[in-house]
């Protein structure tokens, strides 16, 4: 039988491929790739660039500033649109891909998908060695592009035009699966990229991706409705994949129907909104007392999509009931078996549906539902002393937490990722509908903010996207402002300026350190930068201003809501002041020996919070 072929470069049957793959939201197809964010070198502007070029009016390609910003920007688009489209990222080799490497570990820690393209070096190696190849003396085929492998969900080299058929179908598994999405890497020989191949025509027929909702087993079903039912003090942690699998109704109808209080996990935030009743906010090291006073005393935990990590369980030393037992409802076996849980291994929607039919006419203790709401309450209160206005010279982030809310409301969209901001946000920022809070926290990546918040932008256009973010954070990578102005991709930037690596410092304090190259002051120094972010932001073409206090802030943040540029506003604030109301004990190992006092002083605390921790 004869098969219908077309003759293409493999450059360019990657960029074909790329162009018809779909996907249904609300009834309608549109592609599932966003754009391809691409930085040209030698090692892919002949072969990639050229088969972009060809498609750029069916596949939009974005020039970006740094190759790690604009794979964070990638990323960012895959979380906001909650993993049902995602992007493409192209670059030459060497220094260009590696660029790339710690916004793959950002995606692989946060499962979220994107396809890297990095170029690589010669197939036949007869130009050895080529510009900006690394040789390793006792590995012919080593390449630097290697380092992706650690950090990828699939990786694969692509050294002949005809591996592309089964790497693309196994790289779009991979994007669309629920429980193993993460990076792809498909590292593109740049001599291969431009040799052609009769593809066959099949390989480019038009391919719609639905998501698979993975149903529960029944024995492992029977056994968590059975906990639940026998449950005195049930809470259940939302996670990230609540919002993945666009479980936030059936959340909020099973947490209404059985009145369990709801804890958020900072990639869970805004599965419910702030205001519903039975959301106590956040959980964990940065979380409400509302939420961390439940965890303590639950008898049967829900973890839904979630990866239990550290902030979230405190060390796995906030859970203190003996009887405590853990249902882990996830995607992925891996999460759903942690920590001896019952695990629930399936999708979030149809697991919180099942559970609902089962647990028909069930509902919590009426007395600890009370005392969930009342608790709320209190938080609240506390809440709203942290973000009060005032006139204070310099702010604590709390402050200015509050001023933003207050000038922009819960509408929008927040962006962050490191530093204290995510933890005093996690408590206090009052998110509204699902997907309005959006922190990288599983990596918590400096410099992922503003990149980040270009990607959001571009996937929810219509929506005001706020990014808050350190000067630490900023001077690791604030370029990505410059793509947002080309791109007409208006953010609102406030940058909390205090003078260093203020959340770190608190940290090391706490541990008993000297005050020691974290602030600018503290670090080794012959003149400090006077640093005037606001001149900065203004040279890369955004409108920029510095307020001198919170009534300014707010007045800024209104008089900017409407405009259509980037918009950048610096405020001081003050490194040591953090919310004390709330948060719980994190495992942040003290030196058993010091000449200090204060470190030996802290090493006997540590010692005894080690006690209260669950091993295993």
Same mark, same amino acid.
């Given at each position: 039988m004869t098969q219908t072929t077309i003759r293409l470069t493999m450059a360019q049957a990657v960029a074909r491929f790329l162009t018809m793959q779909k996907t249904m939201i609300d009834g309608e197809t549109v592609p599932i790739f966003g754009g391809v964010f691409a930085i040209f070198g030698h090692g892919n502007v002949a072969g990639v660039g050229e088969a972009l070029y060809g498609i750029k009016d069916t596949l939009p390609t974005y020039r970006a500033q740094n190759e790690q910003g604009m794979a964070h920007a990638a990323i960012a688009f895959a979380k906001a649109s909650f993993r049902q489209r995602f992007m493409a990222c192209t670059t030459s080799i060497g220094p260009g891909a590696l660029n790339m490497v710690t916004a793959a570990a950002l995606a692989h820690v946060n499962r979220?998908?994107?396809?890297?393209?990095?170029?690589?070096?010669?197939?036949?190696?007869?130009p050895d060695p080529v510009l900006q190849q690394m040789e390793d003396f006792g590995d012919g085929t080593a390449t630097v592009n290697d380092c992706?492998?650690?950090?990828?969900?699939?990786?694969? $080299?692509?050294? $002949?035009?005809?591996?592309?058929?089964?790497a693309l179908r196994r790289a779009m598994q991979v994007l669309t699966d629920p429980a193993d999405c993460g990076p792809v890497t498909l590292s593109l020989c740049q001599d291969v990229q431009a040799e052609a191949y009769d593809y066959p025509e099949s390989f480019f027929a038009e391919k719609v991706w639905a998501v698979r909702r993975i149903m529960p087993d029944a024995d492992e079903f029977a056994d968590a409705a059975a906990a639940l039912l026998q449950a005195e003090k049930p809470v259940i942690i939302a996670g990230g994949g609540v919002l993945y699998s666009q479980a936030t109704g059936a959340l909020a109808a099973f947490a209404e129907a059985h009145g369990i209080p709801v804890l958020e996990t900072q990639a869970g935030k805004s599965a419910l909104p702030h205001d519903h009743r039975l959301n106590m906010g956040s959980v964990g090291v940065t979380g409400t007392s509302a939420s961390n006073t439940l965890a303590e005393e639950a008898d049967v935990i829900l973890a839904i999509g979630t990866r239990l990590q550290d902030f979230?369980?405190?060390?796995?030393?906030?859970?203190?009931?003996?009887?405590?037992?853990?249902?882990?409802?996830?995607v992925q076996p891996f999460d759903a078996h942690k920590h001896q849980a019952l695990p629930l291994v399936g999708d979030a929607r149809v697991g919180l549906a099942a559970l609902d039919a089962a647990?028909?006419?069930?509902?919590?203790?009426?007395?600890?539902?009370?005392?969930?709401?009342?608790?709320?309450?209190?938080?609240?209160?506390?809440?709203?002393?942290?973000?009060?206005?005032?006139?204070?010279?310099?702010?604590?982030d709390a402050q200015v937490i509050g001023a933003v809310q207050r000038a922009r409301g819960s509408d929008g969209i927040l962006v962050c990722a490191a530093g204290g901001l995510p933890g005093e946000l996690h408590k206090l920022w009052r998110q509204g509908s699902p997907g309005s809070y959006h922190m990288e926290y599983g990596f918590s990546t400096m410099g992922y903010e503003i990149a980040g918040g270009l990607g959001v932008k571009l996937a929810?256009?219509?929506?005001?996207?706020?990014?808050?973010?350190?000067?630490g954070s900023y001077m690791m990578l604030n370029s990505e402002i410059a793509s947002s102005i080309m791109l007409g991709a208006k953010l609102t930037i406030v940058v909390l300026d205090n003078a260093g690596y203020g959340c770190i410092n608190r940290l090391q304090m706490a541990t008993g350190g000297a005050n020691f190259n974290n602030l600018l002051k503290d670090s080794h120094h012959v003149v400090l930068p006077g640093i005037d972010f606001a001149a900065h932001a203004a040279a890369m073409?955004?409108?920029?201003?510095?307020?001198?206090?919170?009534?300014?802030?707010?007045?800024?943040? $209104?008089?900017?809501?409407?405009?259509?540029?980037?918009?950048?506003?610096?405020i001081d604030t003050d490194p040591l002041i953090t919310?004390?109301?709330?948060?719980?004990?994190?495992?942040?190992?003290?030196?058993?020996?010091?000449?200090?006092?204060?470190?030996?002083?802290? $090493?006997?605390?540590?010692?005894?919070a080690l006690k209260g921790r669950r091993a295993g």
């Open positions: 979220l998908p994107v396809l890297l393209l990095p170029g690589d070096v010669f197939a036949n190696r007869l992706f492998k650690p950090v990828s969900r699939y990786f694969d $080299r692509i050294t $002949r035009p005809e591996q592309i058929i089964p979230t369980t405190g060390s796995w030393a906030l859970f203190k009931n003996d009887r405590l037992k853990i249902i882990g409802l996830n647990l028909t006419g069930w509902e919590a203790d009426a007395s600890w539902t009370a005392r969930a709401i009342a608790g709320k309450t209190e938080w609240l209160e506390a809440a709203e002393r942290a973000t009060a206005t005032t006139n204070a010279e310099l702010p604590s929810r256009p219509n929506k005001d996207v706020i990014v808050m973010v350190g000067d073409g955004a409108m920029s201003r510095k307020v001198a206090s919170i009534a300014e802030l707010e007045t800024a943040l $209104r008089d900017t809501e409407e405009t259509e540029r980037t918009t950048v506003i610096v919310t004390d109301d709330g948060g719980h004990w994190w495992d942040v190992a003290v030196p058993e020996v010091s000449d200090r006092p204060q470190v030996n002083a802290a $090493r006997e605390a540590y010692v005894t």
